[in-house]
């Protein structure tokens, strides 16, 4: 038979402290990286209904959700890893992932006739879904208030680079002569 005394004994039971619960969370930085990772469908989503408004996709009438998305999940997913985290050269292959995923990007869009302005708008609206992502985290726990400096911090550490990977890809594919026609 168990007695109400033998809780005491029970680690489990203990009871702790406000400071060793939030010593045991992730940082909040850590914590908003981990919802938007779960959020990088919705993400996705919503970058794919912005990037049809740009005339030049909607000008694609044969072109399809698998061919517009095509790379973009893994891209999507190799930012997030980056943004997550801190110090980016503590560990250089995310780095050079996003630079392998960028490059093919903006390979894959010279091929296929579009201007490097289009390529720079979807990446553009990539980030802004991100940030939306973030602000939408942020807003549901008033205990991340502190969140958006850092993270506007690390979405542009992210982005800038691979944006301009991106289009230097596609600079270099467009000057080989590999580019298909513009789409009509």
Do not use: C, K
């Not at 602000?135 to 992210?158: F, G």
Request: hydrophobic share 45%; glycine share 2%; net charge negative.
């Amino acid at each position: 038979m168990f007695d109400a005394l033998d809780d005491q004994d029970d680690p489990f039971a203990a009871e702790f402290s406000e400071e060793e619960i939030s010593a045991a969370l992730p940082e909040p930085a850590a914590r908003v990286s981990q919802e938007i990772q779960e959020q990088s469908s919705r993400i996705l989503a919503n970058w794919s209904l912005r990037v049809t408004t740009i005339p030049e996709f909607r000008a694609t009438p044969d072109l399809n959700l698998a061919q517009l998305q095509e790379g973009m999940p893994e891209l999507l997913d190799a930012a997030i890893a980056a943004i997550a985290a801190s110090e980016p050269t503590l560990d250089p292959s995310v780095q050079e992932r996003i630079e392998d995923l960028a490059t093919a990007h903006g390979q894959r869009r010279a091929n296929d006739g579009y201007s490097i302005g289009v390529l720079i708008a979807e990446l553009q609206a990539l980030r802004t879904e991100a940030w939306a992502a973030i602000l939408r985290v942020i807003e549901s726990d008033p205990a991340l208030s502190e969140v958006p400096v850092t993270m506007q911090d690390r979405l542009a550490r992210t982005f800038d680079p691979l944006i301009v990977e991106a289009a230097e890809a596609w600079v270099a594919t467009a000057q080989s002569g590999e580019t298909a026609n513009p789409p009509d």
